[in-house]
């Protein structure tokens, strides 16, 4: 169905011509665009769907009977010289930047430019040979960026693999901080389990007795994942393990909870910069009575079932 927009024969194949030839400038500057991540300059970033256009409409054209062909070569050339200075300025100034790839790509069109140069002498017989030049120039261009482009990828494979084994490290040392089942008593059983959403998380637990009576548990959440949550979270667990310790030697059988969660919260406000936030409940039982004492900051209400003699309160 889409050879009815080239035909009849011969003049199809011109057609097909003039349509590839004026998309040429649109994948090359889409394709510098891909390979540095971006374009500075908006104008250039939106100016190549100008020869998107300029090949469909000429197409469409041509087959409407509308323009003829030829007469389209003047733009299309204005056209070229306009961006091909501004894609030139835009590898230029990254390459002065210290780009590598920009470097790369910039000395392969230099080669093109100077094959060209060559071409058109000789072309005009100013020498005496006859080969040219450009095709060659052209050939070593597209395999320094296929070269390019593969160096590349390899690049950004083993960076994410070292993204991937940083985050696998992250994710084991951060379990290490989870508590240890230690606690062994006849009153009660202890169970926990932990698994994370992603390598790292913002969730942490940790539980310790006092006292031989008082059992205290701590169940933490850092809003999101990743890197920041892991870190506020493992934050959050050593703060608690330091109350504990001050706790204890300061003669406290029984850390205070909510004196906990203020401090816990005066230094999360200060290490989050209010960008990330923590919800946290506690809880403090006596293996003797059977009370629970809960302070909750944020954190899910718990669903408490009393059950025997003893009422939880």
Not at 20 to 45: E, H, K, M, N, Q
Not at 157 to 184: F, H, M, S, V
Request: with cysteine; aromatic share 10%.
């Amino acid at each position: 169905g889409l050879l009815i927009f080239f035909a009849p024969y011969p003049l199809g194949w011109d057609r097909l011509q003039y349509a590839v030839t004026y998309l040429t400038p649109f994948a090359f500057i889409d394709f510098v665009a891909r390979l540095f991540g971006g374009l500075r300059f908006p104008f250039l970033s939106r100016g190549r769907y100008f020869f998107l256009a300029l090949s469909i409409g000429t197409t469409f054209g041509a087959l409407m009977g509308v323009i003829e062909l030829p007469q389209t070569l003047g733009v299309f050339q204005l056209a070229v010289g306009v961006f091909g200075l501004a894609t030139l300025l835009e590898i230029g100034l990254r390459a002065a930047g210290g780009d590598s790839m920009a470097r790369s790509v910039g000395l392969g069109l230099s080669l093109v430019c100077v094959g060209a140069v060559h071409d058109i002498i000789v072309d005009r017989g100013l020498v005496p040979w006859t080969f040219g030049l450009m095709s060659w120039t052209s050939l070593a261009l597209i395999l320094q960026l296929a070269a390019s482009v593969v160096s590349r990828m390899r690049k950004e494979a083993e960076r994410k693999t070292a993204i991937q084994k940083d985050l696998e490290t992250a994710g084991i040392l951060q379990t290490r901080l989870l508590p240890e089942k230690q606690i062994e008593s006849s009153n009660f059983s202890l169970h926990t389990f932990n698994r994370s959403a992603d390598q790292i998380g913002g969730d942490w637990f940790a539980y310790r007795l006092f006292d031989k009576r008082w059992l205290q548990l701590h169940l933490g959440d850092v809003t999101g994942h990743g890197t920041q949550a892991a870190l506020l979270a493992s934050f959050a667990k050593g703060a608690v393990d330091f109350f504990w310790e001050d706790s204890i030697a300061r003669g406290k059988t029984k850390p205070p909870l909510d004196e906990l969660h203020t401090q816990l919260n005066k230094a999360l406000c200060v290490m989050g910069h209010g960008e990330a936030t923590m919800t946290l409940i506690s809880m403090t039982v006596d293996l003797v009575t059977g009370e629970a004492e809960i302070v909750n900051s944020g954190h899910p209400a718990p669903a408490i079932f009393a059950g025997g003699a003893h009422k939880p309160q």
